[in-house]
């Protein structure tokens, strides 16, 4: 990077705020995936202002732009392909103000959610969204890419939350949408427009967000299948029922066999599914009464035993298994890959199915994991990627899986988003009608594509 | 309108498509405003098709179109005031699909809301959003506004049950938007941004729409309160305590005075608010606790008397003194004019204060009725609007009462939209990035500017 942009930088930023040794600028290269790509400058914001004056700097000087956060995400949406300047928001991680009457967080978007949740939780109050990188994500992070998690069947996504965004767009501008209003339906909804945007239509400084007050009571219920129809056929049933479990998390035999050699919790090997069930609420009978409800569906819909947990010390054993999940795979083999395609929930069935053809067909082992509730399923392809023969066969394998959610009229991703890997997908995804429109919407705001170039939209 | 015209929109459209006799403009002329204008000739559309060649004719020969539900907005988004086309969407009124499994129905625009509600209820199913016109308003229309209602409070707005469109673009194109899957993060959400749009970005014409399990169990409570103030403080209690009830009515001392007058229900005129809430859900047991703990933090709160329905009829009684407001009010002066303004529910009381003032400064009254949960308050002044002086004081008041709700960090409007009528109020609403984000959107999806021109944005 050109030092008289860097000078420039520091000016803005502090001499603190910005990084540019190869060292540095390593840390800042990657997230989850296996992308890989250095910035050639990092800066640090502490304030709007600045992120303000680097955006306007980087579109006056055309250098692309990327915002960050903990790089957590999914789907490379913050790897710098082409360079340029990274701006890593984690400095900005305060909570701004929390108001009691009206249940509302004002945060910066470098916080990370768990601070968030602990922070709103000591008052009382909750922010249901939880990501499985709930503990290193940021909440800018999490509206980018309209992040989920386990509890999003019953409490919604990060973007059901989101009630206004102070964003920096492409010209430097500073938009705020938005307010304290729980219905608000004046103008278009920049709100809903720039969550799920991964950063390509403006910078997240600030976010307003909706709280509710936290649930005193779950029960937590741990079901063994025999039959993974079954399973799923359950996870309708008690949707038919009328009862909205705070999750519904399956997994199949793979997964279950996965954790259990690893960690040993006693799991049964001769099911093909497990689901694990947590009702939650206010009124501790409601919640008593609806596992029990749970449970007898589930005996009805042919489940073999249903292990309710007793007290806090078994509920968080049965959660162990579910968070076991992902480090039990990584004993299993050195990598894996693991998607996040979601299906209308009544496909469920075929979607696994097809899958584990997928898996026979290659021959190389495929988990599957997810929020069953929601039909959203985390396929997980396990392999060495020291072998290029098994890295060839993990792209086309994950082109099947994709092409399988599609076909079942569901969609490439629930909660990752698109970022730089799914471009390839996108026009199979959402037709060339749906592309253009979202391009003129790109152009419209980001005219000389300085921020976040190359994502979301197919080359 | 041009006889060339005339003939090409009835080959589309059929001879008894298109209508262009004075008596039957005057029909389409008008929504539920004082505003009017006619058109210059009515399409009424059976296919998709048809509504993309009519636009696809309307922007070639830059004639200005206006879609159309039933007529029943709120903010005049619908009246033609440039003339033009206006498309009536009430012939594309099917259900094309109810999917049980996936609990969603994909309909056409036209379709009239109470239909849809009545056709899933039959199989168990429950569309939740219930505007006041639900028995004369299209889901098209409620989409375009993204309409509210009582029970949003515990159920959520229109826009959240929308889980995908087909919109005619402006330039003709279809484009289709989201699928059966309750997550989706791919791409932008265009789904959300048509969804309130107010038909100036395309034609909605039909909508997939997310379904829930219809609750089986209701109690209901209608609750005096000598102070105002205790019952803006009691909603956030309940709330506070993690009670979630369906709805939170609020009725001032003047809506309940004219209700009383009109009707003869036997309510109080010594109170100066009356709440009426509702718990529902599957489990009877849990619904009737919550209305007790609901009446338990009334009474804490400063409630005179709760008085909780034994049984369906006495329910009904209780949602008859809330569906009698509007009636009731017809009664009293030959003219109302009934504003839409949200603030944050804790500034509820405040809000009323101001508005209670504004009502005195002008010697014309206000009645407030709304919901209270949301924040969301219909101020309706009660005029003449044959004497000129006191329309120029309403016209005043509005403008009064917006200043309120922006002071107080609300907003224009919770569930009418902008159309319009509140045009004028927007910058001062949003501010100038914002309106000029929203410029650069509609030009990027309407360059020549024929869908419903001069709607939302300030002149």
């Not at 050109?2 to 803005?12: P, S, V």
């Not at 601070?115 to 800018?140: C, M, N, W």
């Not at 307003?208 to 009571?217: D, W, Y």
């Not at 066999?257 to 939650?280: R, Y």
Request: negative net charge; glycine residues 10%; aromatic residues 4%.
């Amino acid at each position: 990077m050109d030092k008289h942009i860097i000078a420039k930088l520091q000016k803005i930023a502090g001499k603190d705020g910005v990084l540019s040794t190869p060292e540095d600028l390593a840390v800042y290269s990657y997230d989850a995936t296996f992308a890989e790509h250095r910035p050639d400058v990092v800066v640090l914001p502490r304030t709007t202002e600045q992120v303000s004056q680097v955006v306007m700097l980087a579109g006056q000087e055309r250098i692309p732009l990327v915002a960050r956060g903990m790089g957590s995400g999914m789907a490379a949406a913050s790897v710098p392909f082409d360079g340029g300047i990274t701006l890593a928001m984690t400095r900005m991680n305060r909570i701004l103000e929390i108001d009691e009457v009206n249940a509302t967080a004002h945060v910066e978007s470098g916080l990370i959610t768990v601070d968030l949740q602990a922070g709103v939780e000591k008052l009382g109050l909750f922010y249901p969204p939880d990501p499985s990188s709930v503990r290193h994500s940021t909440i800018g992070g999490n509206i980018a890419c309209n992040a989920g998690g386990p509890r999003c069947l019953k409490y919604g996504v990060t973007g059901d939350y989101v009630l206004g965004l102070t964003v920096v767009l492409a010209d430097g501008r500073i938009l705020r949408t938005g307010g304290k209003c729980i219905k608000d339906v004046v103008g278009y909804d920049l709100t809903a427009l720039f969550t799920g945007s991964e950063g390509t239509l403006g910078v997240i400084t600030e976010a307003l967000l909706r709280l509710i007050t936290k649930p005193k009571f779950a029960r937590t219920a741990l079901v063994e299948f025999p039959s993974l129809e079954d399973a799923s056929r359950t996870v309708n049933a008690i949707l038919a029922a009328g009862i909205l479990p705070a999750t519904m998390e399956l997994m199949d035999e793979t997964a279950v066999a996965c954790i259990e050699e690893a960690m040993q919790l006693g799991l049964p090997l001769d099911v093909e599914a497990i689901l694990l069930i947590e009702t939650d609420g206010s009124d501790e009978h409601a919640v008593r009464r609806e596992i029990e409800a749970v449970e007898e569906i589930c005996m009805e819909c042919g489940a073999r035993q249903v292990t309710v947990a007793r007290d806090e010390s078994e509920r968080s054993k049965l959660w162990q298994a579910r968070r076991s999940v992902s480090p039990a795979l990584a004993r299993k083999a050195p990598n894996k890959l693991g998607e996040d395609i979601t299906v209308p929930r009544g496909a469920i069935p075929e979607a696994i199915r097809r899958i584990k053809a997928i898996s026979a067909k290659h021959g190389l082992p495929i988990v599957i994991f997810g929020h069953a509730g929601d039909g959203n399923l985390h396929p997980n392809i396990l392999f060495d990627k020291r072998d290029p023969k098994q890295w060839a066969k993990v792209e086309q394998m994950v082109a099947e899986e994709f092409a399988v959610a599609l076909d079942l009229g569901g969609t490439l991703s629930g909660e990752h988003g698109v970022g730089a890997l799914k471009r390839p997908y996108m026009e199979q995804a959402q037709g060339p009608v749906s592309i253009e429109v979202q391009k003129r919407i790109k152009a419209a705001l980001d005219p000389v594509n300085i921020l976040n170039p190359g994502k979301i939209f197919p080359n």
